[in-house]
């Protein structure tokens, strides 16, 4: 199971808004087949594992582990709970039940039925931090928020009017990553018209993620690079809607301007959003108690007058060392 893990694990960033599973064949104690879902629409990790065994092989005496519950529904792909049966294994372990409606133990029921031992529960604890972002999304009905910010060693996040940078090479390359591994990327009013950003993922060969401005009142110009180059943009914003080339308008009505747009990404799909704006954005998250992931960097340089960082209490839960810079890390208890 723990090899289904590792497996899993290389999906990250591609697999949204499926979830990351890996699939691994034993039989006679020794791995036959094994298999992850890579993208999202691609075959799922029981048919790349079952893919790689010879047809003629007997393995009615094998066991199948997978580190989330067989789909048992027709998505993209067809059911994997019925290829596992129509390969007529005698087992499957299984990490975790799948939360999804169209799932929820009906793949583990209709194995059962079909006559294969199945059991649930092996490292569930680890399968389910692995795939906290499809479990928030369908539990908590909202993407996995990870809030991030860099700040100098004297609490100052930037200047207004002024691209201060705070962070070494390492530490850009290292957010680069981060934004690739999410879905989304979001930024305030003040962050895109100070920092005029790019938000893409130039630095580090990966996807880029989907640009998200929550722009209540419409403030930013239309003339900085969000709204010139060449990426998608979707601005969420109060009074209007529709679509001007690849910029979308949604338009949030509710008083409750970020939880009514975090409704709104969970209904277009977005599993997790990686907050990269200023202190007012991120102050309005903490408040609202609407985070999961704190990355907070740390440099060396002192600015002195500026920006305070947002009000952050947090008590250190792990951190590293990213050249000079150093990196804070806190998680939100389930």
């Not at 039940?97 to 294969?116: C, H, L, N, W, Y």
């Not at 998608?232 to 209007?240: D, I, M, Q, T, Y």
Request: aromatic letters at 8%.
């Amino acid at each position: 199971m723990r090899r289904c893990l590792e497996l899993a694990a290389r999906g990250l960033g591609n697999t949204q808004s499926n979830p990351m599973v890996g699939c691994v064949i034993v039989l006679n104690d020794a791995i036959i087949g094994e298999g992850y879902h890579e993208k999202y629409g691609e075959a799922h990790a029981e048919v790349n594992a079952f893919a790689q065994l010879d047809p003629a092989l007997d393995i009615s005496q094998a066991t199948v582990y997978v580190s989330l519950e067989p789909c048992a529904h027709f998505g993209k792909t067809p059911p994997c709970c019925d290829l596992i049966i129509q390969k007529q294994v005698k087992r499957a372990v299984i990490a975790m039940k799948d939360p999804f409606p169209k799932v929820d133990g009906e793949g583990i029921k209709r194995m059962q039925t079909a006559g294969i031992e199945v059991e649930v529960g092996l490292l569930e604890e680890e399968a389910r931090a692995l795939n906290k972002r499809f479990l928030t999304y369908h539990l908590k009905k909202r993407p996995y928020i990870i809030l991030k910010w860099m700040q100098s060693s004297d609490g100052i996040i930037g200047r207004k009017g002024v691209q201060v940078p705070i962070s070494n090479q390492l530490s850009s390359k290292l957010v680069h990553r981060w934004r690739a591994e999410e879905q989304a990327i979001l930024i305030g009013p003040e962050t895109a018209i100070n920092d005029n950003p790019s938000l893409t993922t130039r630095k580090y060969p990966g996807k880029n993620p989907i640009r998200i401005l929550l722009d209540r009142n419409l403030r930013v110009p239309t003339s900085l690079k969000l709204f010139t180059d060449e990426e998608a943009l979707w601005v969420f914003n109060a009074s209007k809607a529709g679509t001007e080339g690849k910029i979308q308008y949604f338009q949030i009505a509710e008083e409750d301007f970020i939880s009514s747009s975090l409704k709104k990404l969970h209904e277009l799909g977005i599993c997790s959003v990686l907050v990269e704006g200023g202190t007012s954005i991120h102050n309005a998250f903490l408040d609202a108690g609407l985070w999961d992931q704190v990355r907070l960097g740390v440099a060396e340089m002192e600015l002195k007058e500026g920006v305070t960082a947002p009000n952050w209490p947090g008590v250190t839960q792990l951190s590293e060392k990213v050249g000079t810079d150093e990196w804070f890390y806190f998680f939100k208890p389930a």
